[in-house]
């Protein structure tokens, strides 16, 4: 292994920090979590969510300014025909502008992260919630078996500029079965101690690291945790009727439009929603697939406001995940989400405008990287940060005729199966940046390096 794989954290991640990151650092009375959302145009807001019955003020550079209730003190409520789930925590969820250029931000006597114009240091985390549903369940309770907030600590001890999250934050839908002590007691259902225990409590560390950029996953969509995703994480401002409640309302909360985020420097972000997609393809008779035609027009439109675009959703249009055949034993590999596919496709047969250079996206439970010789954006997927990761190994190289999506020629792979962590991205030039990946505790497995839409990874298949 070459000296750039060096584990470069180590001087950053003390092990008393390490050894104590399963125990989580108390908030301050009341409050649950506190935390800063970057949304349209690189709006910055303040989220609190608290169990006290008003919310703390915002000091924004010593000024004191309101914080404004996004939803009344509450429980997330059962919808029609969603399976049993326990009553839960009620909570008041609050948020106010951090104004560009603030210098310091305190909810109540929390301090808060505050944004930078020009992001020099990007975490990148997905997949990060414990699975406790159907007839598989995680052992939530070991932290060796879901680390995300030992991820979360060698996370924030790189301290980042910004952090993404490519979706995916809710699992627990399942109550533990009592042969399991694995995940024995854990909160389940759609309501706030699920996504407490699933998100807020582990992320503590990372959360008070930097500002957060949130994309939703298909585990957010309206009939799975569509309803904290709208209380508590889309930066947008939350509406009654678009909040998930009632599933006759779905048309609406299960979509938003795209939005950019700035990085200076002519770049930006561009995130869009994918949460209701469908694997297997969607007919042309299928509403979803113009809504999904709608969102690539306005990702292009989006895409001419800077030179060098990264877009970011959950599911992967260019990347592989593989199955093995539980009889043969043989590995097949599938590409990139249809219904996308699908969608794009009928407006693009290149599925992405020219103008985007990177794709980051979750949802399959691995690191990959992929580049290509054709006109495509380098893919990289990063569900690798808590929840049970797939297990089947990829191929250190493509097989012959194996495309990820039709016509995308894979020039370069690279791939991480069966390990937890988290992706880094330091800018190296207007359209450059090196990507490293992480293990839980701070030790870097791979090294990328990326020129405009361009990738190349020193190791094909970490170990």
Not at 80 to 87: E, F, K, L, N, V
Not at 197 to 206: G, M, N, S
Not at 411 to 427: H, K, L, V, Y
Request: a neutral charge; one cysteine or more; charged letters at 20%.
């Amino acid at each position: 292994m070459t000296s750039t794989l060096m584990p470069r954290l180590a001087v950053l991640v003390p092990a008393a920090i390490l050894a104590g990151c399963a125990s989580y650092a108390p908030q301050p009375p009341g409050i649950e979590s506190a935390f800063v959302v970057i949304g349209e145009n690189g709006q910055a807001s303040a989220r609190v969510i608290t169990t006290g019955s008003a919310c703390p003020p915002l000091q924004v550079d010593g000024k004191l300014l309101p914080m404004r209730v996004r939803v009344p003190m509450s429980s997330i409520p059962a919808r029609a025909g969603q399976p049993h789930t326990p009553p839960s925590t009620a909570v008041l969820t609050c948020e106010a502008p951090i104004p560009a250029g603030t210098y310091t931000a305190r909810a109540g006597e929390l301090a808060l992260p505050v944004p930078k114009a020009q992001p020099q240091r990007i975490v990148v985390i997905g997949d990060t919630g414990c699975r406790l549903k159907g007839k598989e369940f995680q052992d939530c309770n070991d932290p060796a078996a879901f680390p995300f907030a030992r991820v979360a600590a060698s996370a924030a001890a790189f301290k980042p500029d910004l952090v993404i999250h490519v979706g995916d934050y809710h699992y627990r839908e399942d109550p533990c079965p009592q042969d399991r002590p694995g995940c024995a007691g854990s909160p389940y259902g759609y309501g706030y101690d699920a996504w407490a225990a699933d998100f807020f409590t582990p992320a503590q560390k990372l959360l008070a690291a930097a500002p957060w950029v949130l994309a939703r996953g298909n585990h957010e969509n309206c009939s799975r945790g569509g309803q904290g995703w709208w209380r508590y994480l889309d930066p947008r401002p939350f509406e009654a009727g678009r909040d998930c409640d009632d599933p006759a309302n779905d048309g609406a909360g299960d979509y938003s439009d795209p939005y950019a985020v700035p990085l200076g420097g002519d770049a930006q972000l561009i995130v869009f929603d994918t949460a209701n997609t469908n694997w297997k393809g969607l007919p042309k008779s299928d509403p979803r697939r113009a809504r999904y035609a709608d969102t690539w027009r306005k990702v292009e439109q989006l895409a001419r406001g800077a030179a060098y675009n990264i877009a970011v959703d959950h599911h992967p249009l260019f990347a592989f995940g593989a199955n093995r055949d539980p009889k043969s034993g043989a590995v097949t590999l599938f590409g990139g989400d249809r219904g996308l596919l699908d969608a794009f496709g009928d407006v693009d047969p290149g599925y992405l405008p020219r103008s985007i250079s990177m794709l980051l996206s979750g949802h399959v439970h691995l690191w990959e990287q992929l580049s290509f010789s054709s006109p495509h954006p380098t893919q990289f997927v990063a569900g690798f940060s808590g929840t049970a990761e797939d297990i089947v190994p990829l191929p250190a190289s493509v097989p012959p005729g194996q495309q990820p999506a039709p016509g995308a020629v894979v020039e370069a792979m690279s791939s991480w199966i069966d390990g937890f962590g988290f992706m880094t991205m330091e800018r190296t030039g207007p359209d450059a940046w090196q990507v490293g990946v992480w293990d839980r505790d701070g030790n870097r497995k791979n090294s990328c390096s990326v020129k405009g839409r361009r990738s190349q990874c020193e190791v094909a298949q970490v170990k």
